[in-house]
C-alpha cells in the first residue's frame, strides 16, 4: 500500500507561508492563518510540505487503508489559494451559491484572491465543515 505524503510534521507554518513568492497569495495565506485558527480553536500545524492544517482526525475505509489527516487546511499553490472543505461541498450547496468566484475539486475549494470571495460566507462553511468533522470523528 502506497504511503501517504501528506503528514503532520514540525515545519513552521508562518516560516512557509514567508517563503511564498506570490505577493498575494503570501498576504492572503497570512490572512487564512489567523482566520482559520480562530474558527477551530485549533493551532496551525505543517502537513507535508506546503499544506497548512488544523485540527486533525483518524479515518479507516472498509478497504483497511487508515491514517490521520487535518480537518480544514489551505495551500498557497502558484495557481491559486487552495482551502481543503473535508467533507467536499454537496452539503453546502446554498453556501456554495453565495461565495463568489471560486472552482471546487472534490475536498478543495480554489480561489485566486480572497476579495473575489464574500469572506463571511467563508467563515460560515469553514465552521460548519469543521463543526461536521469534529462530530464526525470525535
Known sequence: MAE???KLNDADPRAFIES???NKRREDSLKMLGLMEELTGESPKMWGSSIIGYGSYHYKYESGREGDLFMVGFSPRKQNLTI???PGF???EELMAQLGKHKTGKSCLYINKLEDIDIQV???LITES???MRNKYH
Open 4 to 6: 501517504m505524503k501528506t
Open 20 to 22: 511564498v513568492e506570490h
Open 84 to 86: 481543503y472543505i473535508m
Open 90 to 92: 454537496e452539503r453546502y
Open 122 to 124: 467563508l467563515k460560515v
Open 130 to 132: 469543521v463543526n461536521y
